[in-house]
């Protein structure tokens, strides 16, 4: 009787000890994913207010005022190449661009982990500082 109880002691230490190493795997994978996906995210975000700002160079170039739906318009085409969620704001001579994107999990959707999500901003000035 001592053996069965002995048995179905490990049984059950085994089935969290693999648990935990299948957490930890998923942290670790699944992490590296989201990291992946944030870096996306921040890298996209800075080509749309890149592109926003390139748009006004004209115009500041021969002292007009920027055109607001040109400036945005070109960062939501960067916005869509890129396949990324995200929100364009001209704030006072400046360009905002907020970017949603996400990783697929792998091993923590085991645990109900189905996906995480990641995040970038950029901003850039759209008028000199003259």
């Not at 007009?64 to 890129?82: Q, Y």
């Amino acid at each position: 009787m001592a053996g069965d109880q002995r048995g179905v002691s490990l049984s059950a230490f085994f089935a969290v000890v693999v648990l935990a190493l299948l957490l930890v795997a998923g942290l670790v994978v699944d992490g590296g994913a989201q990291a992946v996906a944030a870096r996306r995210a921040e890298l996209v975000a800075s080509a749309a207010a890149r592109a926003a700002a390139d748009e006004t160079a004209a115009a500041r170039l021969a002292g007009r005022t920027p055109d607001a739906g040109a400036v945005i318009a070109a960062a939501r085409r960067v916005l869509d190449e890129g396949e990324v969620d995200g929100d364009v704001r001209l704030v006072g001579g400046r360009v905002h661009v907020d970017t949603r994107t996400g990783a697929d999990t792998v091993l923590l959707s085991l645990v109900g982990i189905t996906r995480l999500e990641a995040k970038g901003s950029a901003e850039a000035d759209l008028v000199s500082n003259r």
